[in-house]
């Protein structure tokens, strides 16, 4: 009796498994990644604001909106007409 079985095509069907398991996992891996980074993005809240200016003052009026209550607190800066930022004195 001869038990020798055809064994030519296992090495292409391990090595093509080996290839598909690869790219399964490392999809795997950069989806994490992405979605891990997903939670780090903040969203921006709608408010209502007001600003008029009195020669050399800018008075800026809170006025509420519609995420008047998610808002901790507010920043602003102030540019010249030419683009420069103005610090406050």
Same mark, same amino acid.
Request: glycine share 8%.
């Given at each position: !009796?001869?038990?020798?079985?055809?064994?030519?095509?296992?090495?292409? &069907?391990?090595?093509?498994?080996?290839?598909?398991? %690869? /790219? *399964?996992?490392?999809?795997?891996?950069?989806?994490?990644?992405?979605?891990? !980074?997903?939670?780090?993005?903040?969203?921006?809240?709608?408010?209502? &604001?007001?600003?008029?200016?009195?020669?050399?003052? %800018? /008075? *800026?009026?809170?006025?509420?909106?519609?995420?008047?209550?998610?808002?901790?607190?507010?920043?602003?800066?102030?540019?010249?007409?030419?683009?420069?930022?103005?610090?406050?004195?």
């Amino acid at each position: !009796m001869n038990f020798h079985e055809n064994e030519e095509a296992v090495s292409p &069907v391990i090595g093509v498994i080996l290839m598909v398991a %690869i /790219t *399964v996992i490392l999809a795997a891996v950069i989806a994490v990644f992405v979605f891990g !980074m997903a939670g780090d993005v903040q969203t921006t809240k709608t408010i209502a &604001v007001s600003a008029k200016q009195t020669g050399t003052n %800018i /008075t *800026v009026t809170y006025q509420g909106g519609p995420d008047h209550n998610n808002v901790n607190g507010l920043s602003f800066k102030v540019f010249n007409t030419a683009g420069a930022e103005i610090t406050p004195t």
